[in-house]
């Protein structure tokens, strides 16, 4: 790979900013001064740094958010906030994108990533990922409702979704459950919940296959997935 593409994929300007910054000297390959743009590095072996610091390049990035409500999983949306209005400049240079989505008024647990064939084999529906959701449900939640949701209900429009796990943490007026799915149809818990005659008020993500939320993440902030949470995200069977 060439320098000036090295540099400028690792978000040090556009390929002519780059240029100038060749020339003032400041860049070093294995410790030595370059200047010419078209010197090729292997981005994996050769140390490059800029004015002594080394910079250790990047493909792919993994971030793990706890969305709030009123923000919105897109890209980009005229009239909300989305997901990508939460991220700094240095993770926007890598145009992540949010895996799969969460409704405006539903938070916690997002993955965003750059990484389309992560993405797509999280969403594939042949690879049956599991997403559990905490929630406050207005109506008394039973027993009856967790065999339901064993054997599958069907949604408004007929379809009948795949067996979910539902756990009952407090039954009443209110009532707090934990609900695994393994697919992701749109406004699924609030729908699987509407078959059985009951209404979402509270929802949460917790987790997505191996990950859960990490509890120190405060809603709206995000960090980088650890190596080890990005090689069990791959390797999960």
């Known amino acids: 790979m060439r320098v000036d593409k090295f540099l400028s994929n690792m978000g040090y300007g556009s390929r002519k900013e780059v240029k ?19 010197i090729h590095v ?53 145009e992540p994108f949010p895996v799969g989505r969460l409704d405006k008024d539903t938070e916690g647990f997002l993955l965003l990533t750059n990484d389309g ?10 690879k ?7 929630a406050h449900v207005e109506g008394v939640v039973t027993e009856e409702d967790t065999d339901a949701f064993k054997t599958g209900v069907a949604l408004g429009d007929g379809y009948v979704t795949k067996p979910a796990h539902l756990r009952i943490l407090e ?4 009532s707090k459950i934990e609900l695994t799915i393994t697919e992701g149809k749109f406004h699924q818990v609030k729908r699987m ?5 009951k209404r979402v008020i509270y929802l949460k993500r917790l987790s997505m296959g191996p990950l859960s939320l990490d509890p120190d993440i405060n809603l709206g902030d995000y960090r980088h997935l650890t190596a080890e949470e990005v090689s069990r995200l791959k390797d999960r069977k």
């Open 20 to 38: 100038i910054l060749l020339k003032s000297k400041a860049v070093e390959v294995n410790g030595e001064i370059v200047r010419d743009p078209k």
């Open 171 to 174: 039954s009443d007026a209110v």
């Open 128 to 134: 049956h990922v599991d997403k559990t959701y905490f």
């Open 193 to 197: 919940f509407e078959s059985v005659e």
């Open 42 to 94: 292997n981005e994996h072996d050769d140390i490059v740094s800029i004015e002594g610091d080394a910079i250790i390049y990047t493909e792919f990035i993994y971030l793990m958010m706890n969305k709030p409500q009123g923000v919105i999983s897109a890209t980009e949306d005229k009239h909300d906030k989305t997901v990508l209005d939460l991220l700094t400049e240095s993770e926007h240079h890598f």
């Open 117 to 126: 064939k992560l993405a797509h084999e999280l969403l594939s529906p042949k």
